[in-house]
Nanobody
Framework: QVQLVESGGGLVQPGGSLRLSCAAS????????MGWYRQAPGKERELVAT???????NYADSVKGRFTISRDNAKNTVYLQMNSLKLEDTAVYYC????????????WGQGTQVTVSS
């Protein structure tokens, strides 16, 4: 069983920055992919960024050049550095980790609110 704990959300002005963290705890698993998704009110959850255990990254077009995903394998933690935040970045951000235990599975964090407002 895997538990994810997210932190770092908050209120920020347009053009500001936030750094989200997601730490995985438990045993008997190996992480394959770590990623961030977001969901705005009335909209479908969408992919923001992913990073593989080999370090390959992928970003949604809307955040390219502004957001950076990174990881610390020793701490089982994934980060999302968000710069030049826009009003449309306002959403609940969810951490997602795909793991191998006895089979493939994925786990979601509880979500952290990011609000961009002037």
């Amino acid at each position: 069983q895997v538990q994810l704990v997210e932190s770092g959300g908050g209120l920020v002005q347009p053009g500001g920055s936030l750094r989200l963290s997601c730490a995985a705890s438990g045993s008997g698993f190996s992480i394959i992919v770590m990623g961030w998704y977001r969901q705005a009110p009335g909209k479908e959850r969408e992919l923001v960024a992913t990073i593989t255990n080999g370090g390959s990254t992928n970003y949604a077009d809307s955040v390219k050049g502004r957001f950076t995903i990174s990881r610390d394998n020793a701490k089982n933690t994934v980060y999302l550095q968000m710069n030049s935040l826009k009003l449309e970045d306002t959403a609940v951000y969810y951490c997602n980790i795909i793991v191998v235990t006895t089979t493939l599975g994925d786990y979601w964090g509880q979500g952290t609110q990011v609000t961009v407002s002037s």
